[in-house]
DNA sequence: ATGGTAGGACACCTA
């Protein structure tokens, strides 16, 4: 089994605590990071190492975004991709052997996008598109369809009407405007991926993986959303063993406001080949 | 229609 878990943490420093928490409770093999909120330089590779993590690949700036793929397994190809011409620390891959073939492991987080739904008046808006749709075009170039890849991360955009606590009102609202939905579906279909929480969890039925933190008391209000997602390439579908989102962390003091989510993969089998690779005898 | 909180770096931006 190969667990991956996906927590934006807004700030792994301020986190850590509960960093060391998450893996004693799942014991994940992986775990990729948003919002670490610090430099290179300033990242606590050493006491995430000495948590049982010493493979690493992490890219950030001072105050701002970057993201982390944390490894009990060795990484390999560790790439850290630009969108729109940016420098910004919003992307990062790596490989991991998995059942006698490799897995990419992406950790990605999409521009919030400001406060209006309007790519004229608000250039961050117009931004979050435009990467959206830079990701699903570098998906569509650097992989193939049959290609084990998991994709993991704040995609800050809640896809279906049960993933926000409002689909009315929430419409008007950045995060789930049909303009932000549409260009998630044009990423997914990019490679095909396999949303692995709606996999295990019925589309109709309410689920969130981040709460204000301007809520009174976020669990009475309940407004959620959920903006944390795993999606897997096709071929990683039947290896699906549980999804799960951990929505206890959000009490775990100080919180962040985002809550991780957790996939298990089944191994594959030694009589598992690559689909579409032929052996001749 | 507005303001509510948190994190980081440096007076104010980001979410």
């Known amino acids: 089994m190969l667990c991956i878990a996906s927590w934006n943490v807004n700030s792994v420093r301020k986190r850590m605590h509960q960093v060391e928490r998450l893996v004693d409770d799942t014991g994940a093999d992986i775990i990729c990071l948003q919002e670490t909120k610090c430099s290179e330089a300033a990242f606590p590779a050493a006491a995430l190492a000495e948590l049982g993590y010493p493979h690493q690949a992490y890219a950030g700036q001072s105050g701002y975004n970057g993201v982390a793929i944390l490894s009990k397994l060795p990484l390999t190809a560790i790439q850290r991709h630009h969108h729109c011409g940016r420098d910004d620390a919003r992307h990062i891959s790596a490989r991991v052997a998995f059942g006698g073939d490799t897995v990419t492991i992406h950790s990605l987080y999409v521009p919030a996008g400001g406060q209006i739904p309007d790519m004229e008046l608000n250039p961050k808006f117009a931004h979050k598109l435009k990467f959206v749709d830079a990701v699903g075009d570098y998906f569509a170039a650097s992989h193939g369809l049959r290609d084990l890849a998991v994709v993991a991360g704040d995609f800050n955009i809640a ?26 579906e044009r990423m997914k279909r ?3 991926f396999i949303d692995a929480l709606r996999e295990v969890v019925a589309a109709d039925d309410p689920v969130f993986t ?28 039947a290896h699906i063993a549980a999804v799960e989102i951990l929505s206890d962390v959000r009490h775990w003091q100080p919180p962040s406001d985002h809550v991780p989510v957790v996939l298990k993969l089944r191994a594959r089998t030694a009589l598992e080949t690559p689909a579409g690779t032929h052996h001749h005898f």
């Open 210 to 237: 981040w709460w204000s933190y301007r809520a009174a008391d976020w669990q009475a209000a309940n407004k959620g959303r959920r903006l944390d997602h795993i999606w897997v390439t096709p071929a990683l579908k």
């Open 190 to 192: 990019s490679l095909y």
């Open 159 to 184: 896809p279906l009407p049960a993933d926000v606590w409002d689909h009315r009102k929430m419409s008007r609202i950045v995060t789930h405007t049909p303009i932000e939905v549409e260009a998630l």
